[in-house]
């Protein structure tokens, strides 16, 4: 092997002192780990957040070794290319595997960093692939005891234990705030003194009927912020600058939920003279003559009108380019003109003048481009960094917010427009807020079902983006649940599918299928209830959600009984024309929709080429017939199939299992 101290000296070239520097990181890195096998080698440096960053690369003919590491001998980065390592189809996720791998994972950890035992946790990471061949953890630092949400470390070892990659940067410790953190109750009655819910109205959307509803809702006012736990401050992480909208906010989030259907140019055509809609011509013409936008130099790209299934009304996206590199997309309402949004790519206004009173030309724009509607709407106050660029108006319905109805703008600096958009639902009803729930039932129901607790969190940044202050926040773990106002019952917006820990039902013990459903619960699949009921009639939609998550996208899904999954992509792709999710699904369709996951439907279809085994079969025989060759689903005690038969949770679950493991 190569001296390394010698390649040391041709490669990296440095000063005295960097070399010295360097010699000694690379020398605690080798007291921890085995490099002796490696032939080749190089290393180089960088800075990050003010701090030197040596970098090194090992390898040889069936491995690649690279570290990093601080000028201190913290290793931050290690990658190990197993260049002979050959992943399997077989090697599918196990939470039994995972708890195993858990204390071989804090074992090289703390050989690559020791002065960090004890001063972190290993949490497995919620979102896996089953057939991920290793296993990842997010690597936690804990100060106090307490958890540091900043970070963003992580590590991950193979199916043999060997470890592939590891990444581990935490904060500073001096940058804590420093002071006693005071106890959860405290904090909850901050909370309701500063935070609290508010009272306001929510879209709700049913993609079966297209219809949308407005439900009226307690939501966490302010769901960025937290509660300073030393000084009971209402803070946040600061947020950079934003100059320029994304093309998805342009657009209007809340539209984006009617996916609406786009048109190709004869049917536009044929759309505009039957609906009275400007043509594309004239829509593009609207566009660049609309003095506020200051588009009549750009060249059109292409106009797509669409449709909002909901609204039952017409728009045209129009994309235009300019000098320079310039882009910018408008969207027009197709009958009337109006702009509902607008983007333009932002431009460096450094060197330019600054305008003096960039809230009231921001207000300016929103003057002209809204018109009188926007007196139904009022300014959301915000205390971000970036308000003097960037204003939110909330729609108000009987003198409650209405956020998915907003208007936004952004400009620059030199008072550009660069962003605009608006949303207001007319095809909608509001229900009057009599007989809710009152604010503090609400806010009951939210403590008693929702983690409240106190987390390290970045508070302070310098002008450079590095870390100055870290602060202990009381916060919701999910701040995005919401309770009905009705029914005082939480709804939560943002459902993963993800599981944290395998289900372990207590009533599967005489099941047919119990070996192959505890298998498959070891991955994250199946359902939340500690009971399966495993005779019970799978419903549609928890069957597509199951089947599409586990088999196709190959991810864990675990299921609530209790929710209702959205049908509409079901239907879309053929899976069925039943909207309702919540009624049965035979076992001849079972067959027919898992021949549609696993790709050969367009075989199975052919069902005259097809000899069914069971006598009981006379239509969708080639599906049927395939499920059972493979082994998928076979015919019950009584030696019929029973193809009409509503398919059971059990048979469902072993469906999965046995897709899975034969799916290579």
Same mark, same amino acid.
């Given at each position: +092997? ?134 990842? =953890? ?18 991950? @070892? ?23 953190? +005071?106890?959860?109750?405290?904090? !909850? ?7 609290? @819910?508010?009272? /306001? ?43 320029? @909208? ?5 657009? %209007? ?53 669409? !449709? ?70 009022? @300014? ?10 960037? /204003? ?22 030199? %008072? ?35 983690? =409240? ?69 070891? +991955? ?85 080429? =097809? ?54």
């Amino acid at each position: +092997m190569k001296k390394l101290l010698s390649v040391l000296t041709a490669s990296m070239l440095l000063s005295t002192t960097a070399f010295a520097d360097a010699q000694s990181v690379l020398s605690q890195i080798k007291e921890r780990v085995d490099t002796s096998l490696y032939t080749e080698f190089s290393s180089g440096q960088y800075t990050n957040d003010e701090r030197t960053v040596y970098s090194f690369d090992w390898s040889n003919d069936s491995e690649d070794l690279f570290i990093e590491a601080y000028e201190d001998g913290t290793i931050t980065r290690f990658n190990l290319n197993d260049k002979n390592y050959e992943k399997s189809q077989e090697n599918l996720f196990s939470f039994a595997r995972q708890r195993e791998l858990t204390q071989s994972a804090y074992e090289v950890a703390d050989k690559l960093n020791p002065q960090f035992a004890g001063t972190y946790k290993l949490e497995p990471h919620p979102f896996y692939s089953l057939y991920a061949n290793g296993y990842t =953890f997010n690597i936690v630092q804990y100060y106090k005891d307490i958890p540091v949400d900043a970070s963003y470390s992580t590590m991950r @070892l193979d199916d043999d234990k060997n470890t592939e990659s590891y990444y581990y940067d935490p904060i500073d410790t001096a940058l804590f705030e420093e002071g006693d953190i +005071m106890p959860k109750a405290s904090a !909850k009655r901050i909370f309701d003194e500063k935070q609290g @819910l508010e009272l /306001q109205y929510a879209t709700y959307y049913d993609c079966a009927t297209k219809n949308r509803t407005a439900r009226l809702v307690y939501r966490i006012k302010n769901r960025d912020k937290g509660i300073d736990g030393i000084t009971g401050d209402l803070r946040s992480s600061p947020s950079s600058i934003r100059y320029a @909208l994304s093309e998805d906010a342009a657009a %209007g989030g809340a539209n984006a939920a009617a996916k609406a259907e786009a048109f190709t140019e004869a049917e536009t055509t044929g759309l505009s003279e039957l609906a009275g809609l400007y043509s594309s011509e004239e829509l593009i013409n609207i566009a660049k003559n609309n003095a506020v936008l200051g588009l009549s130099e750009y060249t059109e790209q292409r106009c797509n009108i669409k !449709k909002d299934p909901y609204e039952g009304t017409y728009s045209a996206d129009i994309y235009l380019n300019g000098e320079n590199n310039k882009a910018a997309n408008v969207t027009l309402d197709a009958a009337t003109g109006e702009v509902l949004s607008f983007w333009r790519n932002a431009e460096d206004t450094s060197a330019e003048t600054v305008i003096e009173n960039p809230e009231e030309t921001a207000a300016a724009y929103i003057s002209q481009l809204a018109g009188d509607s926007i007196n139904e709407y009022i @300014l959301k106050e915000t205390d971000n960094i970036d308000s003097r660029y960037y /204003q939110s108006y909330v729609r108000l319905v009987n003198g409650l917010p209405y956020y998915d109805n907003a208007i936004n703008i952004i400009i620059d600096p030199t %008072g550009e427009l660069l962003g605009y958009s608006k949303t207001y639902f007319k095809n909608i009803s509001f229900p009057l807020p009599n007989g809710i729930i009152t604010k503090e039932a609400a806010q009951e129901k939210l403590f008693s079902g929702n983690d =409240f607790s106190v987390k390290w969190h970045i508070c302070e940044y310098d002008d450079s983006g590095n870390v100055r202050e870290v602060s202990p926040l009381y916060s919701f773990d999910n701040p995005y649940i919401t309770i009905d106002a009705l029914s005082g019952e939480p709804d939560v917006e943002i459902y993963t599918n993800g599981a944290t820990e395998e289900p372990r039902y207590k009533d599967i013990e005489t099941c047919a299928y119990r070996d192959e459903i505890r298998a498959l619960a070891d +991955m994250g699949i199946g359902y939340s209830n500690e009971l399966l009921e495993p005779d019970k009639e799978i419903t549609q939609d928890e069957f597509f959600t199951l089947a599409r998550n586990a088999v196709t996208l190959r991810q864990p899904v675990i299921i609530d009984p209790e929710a209702e999954y959205d049908m509409q992509y079901f239907i879309n792709e053929g899976f069925t024309s039943d909207p309702n999710g919540s009624s049965a699904i035979s076992r001849s369709a079972a067959c027919m929709a898992m021949s549609k996951i696993l790709g050969i439907d367009k075989v199975t279809a052919f069902n005259e080429i =097809f000899i069914s085994p069971y006598t009981d079969v006379t239509e969708n025989a080639g599906a049927i017939a395939a499920m059972n060759a493979i082994g998928i689903l076979k015919c019950r005690n009584d030696g019929y199939f029973h193809p009409d038969a509503s398919l059971s949770r059990a048979e469902a679950l072993s469906m999965i299992y046995r897709c899975i493991v034969n799916n290579e």
